[in-house]
């Protein structure tokens, strides 16, 4: 019955390494949505996407990168992580339109620590 | 600016009834969402509202006053697996959601 799934639930990298996060739907959503969340803070979008090879930024976009070669995953790409990207990492997904009674569905998250 | 609040942590008892509250300043509105999430698993969709009003869904409850920019969620008939955090969202015009911190709640026995 998973709907979105992350491939890696938790991960260790070192500063400077490249960092993938992959994320997969199988409900045929449009819509894409990778978040970090951080204790005392609320979700905070880093990149979306509405459409297959589309891209847009989010609020935090900075230190990262998304690829959506196919409709059904969204990975997100940190080109050299650092330490304060030590997260956890949620991916969401919706179907398309701008209706407000849109909901996200989320994927179990991904908790990356940056040593 | 665009801000959500709500308590950090709220306690009850099993069997009983809470109440958590979230204020919400967007630029426009388009609906307030609550989502629950169980630690180190998915946030859950629980409701949407856009009118002002109580939403009723079996043990749980959501209420808007858009004039007052208040929203709360009501969880009757408390169980222990109720405890987790809950996360108040609202959406503003562009149709982005805005995040409060959430709320972990804690259900004693």
């Known amino acids: 019955d998973v709907k979105v799934t992350q491939s890696s639930r938790y991960l260790v990298k070192r500063t400077g390494e490249k960092v993938f996060l992959e994320c997969v739907q199988d409900m045929d959503h449009e819509n894409m949505f990778w978040y970090r969340q951080d204790p005392g803070l609320g979700l905070r979008l880093i990149y979306f996407s509405y459409d297959v090879k589309m891209k847009e930024k989010g609020d935090i976009p900075e230190g990262y990168s998304v690829s959506r070669e196919k409709k ?35 994927g179990a998250g991904s908790r990356l620590t940056v040593l | 600016g665009q801000n959500i609040d709500q308590p950090t942590e709220m306690t009850a008892t099993e069997g ?21 999430q169980h630690a180190g698993e998915a ?64 259900i004693k026995p």
């Open chain 2, 43 to 106: 946030p859950t969709f629980l409701s949407y509202n856009v009118l002002d009003g109580l939403e009723e869904k079996g043990r749980f409850s959501s209420f808007l006053s858009r004039s007052k920019g208040y929203s709360y969620l009501l969880l009757k008939e408390l169980q222990m697996k109720d405890s987790a955090s809950y996360l108040c969202a609202g959406m503003d015009s562009n149709y982005q959601l805005i995040w409060g911190a959430g709320t972990k709640l804690i």
């Open chain 2, 16 to 36: 009983a009834i809470v109440q958590i509250n979230c204020t919400y300043q967007t630029s426009g509105f388009n609906g307030l969402f609550w989502y629950q």
């Open chain 1, 72 to 106: 059904e995953r969204f990975s997100l790409i940190l080109e050299s992580a650092s330490t304060n990207q030590t997260s956890m990492y949620l991916c969401a997904s919706t179907s398309g339109g701008t209706s407000g009674a849109n909901v996200l569905t989320f």
